[in-house]
């Protein structure tokens, strides 16, 4: 007898089923991903909705293969996001993420909804969650360093720092946030208004810092905005703040000489540091251990100055840009990862 087409299908899929029961985890890669996006793309391509006067027809022409599709999407949903219980008692769900960085550990989906909320990673027995590094928008695709990942023990930390500060509660937080969107809304330009502002905030810089010292003396040619001192080992990055209103990119979309200066300004104390490390050990009390350094510059750049400026940092690797934008979006990705632990500044 004949096999139908339908029934060699359902006798294949099960020939799968024991073939991925069996299957290492490790063997799970993008070869088996690349099939599966195809099988999908073989019940129904969304290439073909142009075909149709409209998606509504297309969806009727394919009733069946849509609602295969929609039970599997339904399936999923529905069993492979876990639930379980967070730190108050409060239910939530840890679901998979379909983005996988790191070989030792495992990024996750943590919220009160199915296959959303947070990303986290469980990496060394611990659980992480990230921050945003980066201003993100529609349509753009996080990259491994636009997230920083931090612990619960770290946000804890971060909690008593804030209270030093005399923050008393998460609301006090956003003030930060306000000031700048006020100064940038104001169009102010004066570039030791920003210093202060950080000054003031150096929290808003992240974790990685316990604390922000300004104008350290090299010499007298390089005196940077800041020195941060690293968190996990006492040693110091160098943070250089500009206005954010400068003309950053010529019309044919090269660099202006106000950004190429700025570039060339951070390079330089760089370079400094790296040919005087022990002169400023010895002599200044600057300790400096493979230093990066936070260039601070830019407002408001469309997507492809801000990818032309992704592709400068690569450049150097030890230099990290970023926009006023990107200072925003971190402050405010910080402030609600804070509330949604329900840290109390005050513990």
Known sequence: MVESKKDIGIRLICELEEVFKELPDKEFDDGVFERVDSLL??????????KHSNIQDFLLTNKNRSQLLAYI?????????????GENGKKIFVSPNHTQWYDDGVMFLEGEELFAGYIGLYINGEVRYALSNRDSRVGEIFEKDDLK?????????????????????????????????????D?????????EWIEKYPWI??????????????????????????????????IE?????????????????EFNDSWNQVERYLLYVKENKDYLDRNKGLKFENPSCILIIGYDLSSSQREALRKKEKMNSAIKIYTYNDLIAYGKYTVDILKQMKLNPNV
């Open 41 to 50: 793309l073989s019940i129904l391509n969304p290439d073909n909705v142009h």
């Open 73 to 85: 999407r339904h399936a999923i949903t529905q069993n492979y996001s876990f639930r379980g219980y």
């Open 149 to 185: 990942f931090i612990s619960i023990d770290e946000a804890n930390t971060l909690s008593r720092e804030l209270e030093k500060k005399r923050i008393k509660n998460l609301s006090s937080l956003e003030m930060p946030i306000y000031e700048l969107e006020k100064m940038l809304k």
């Open 187 to 195: 169009h102010e330009k004066s570039e030791s208004k920003y210093q």
């Open 205 to 238: 810089l992240g974790l990685q810092y316990k604390t922000i010292q300004p104008h350290p003396i090299f010499d007298n040619e390089n005196i940077p905005d800041f020195n941060g001192i690293r968190t996990h080992d006492d040693y110091r990055d160098i």
């Open 241 to 257: 703040i500009k206005q954010p209103f400068l003309n950053l990119f010529r019309q044919d979309g090269g660099y202006t000489s």
